[in-house]
């Protein structure tokens, strides 16, 4: 049985830092393609970085590069996303995922989804 595990979300004032986890367990993170992507209110659920099974390559969203970072440690088999310089806009709930897929961004092509971990930024 799969199961991702987010943790780390949480109150931070603008321009802070966060760090959300992923706990993976039932899959590897070292062999799949594992994904951040969040979802505000009233809005779709959109991608922001992931961290490739080919080779730990990372891609992010627009919106996010230079302010996030996509890690993993597969000795823990955990995905982490490093969040630094916070926004409002960053305010939503951030889900992680994995595919079998070398690479992707739509989220139709993940099929293991976390519970969600809640990530606000005050101003």
């Known amino acids: 049985q799969v199961q991702l595990v987010e943790s780390g979300g949480g109150l931070v004032q603008v321009g802070g830092s966060l760090r959300v986890s992923c706990a993976a367990s039932g899959i590897r993170v070292s062999i799949n393609t594992m994904g951040w992507f969040r979802q505000a209110p009233g809005k779709e659920r959109e991608f922001v970085a992931f961290?490739?099974?080919?080779?730990?390559?990372?891609t992010y969203a627009d919106s996010v590069k230079g302010r996030f970072t996509i890690s993993r440690d597969n000795a823990k088999n955990t995905v982490y996303l490093q969040m630094n310089s916070l926004k409002p806009e960053d305010t939503a709930v951030y889900y992680c995922?994995?595919?079998?897929?070398?690479?992707?961004?739509?989220?139709?092509?993940?099929?293991?989804w976390g519970q969600g971990t809640q990530v606000t930024v005050s101003s």
């Open positions: 995922a994995a595919t079998s897929l070398d690479t992707a961004t739509n989220p139709r092509l993940y099929i293991y």
């Open positions: 961290i490739s099974r080919s080779g730990g390559s990372t």
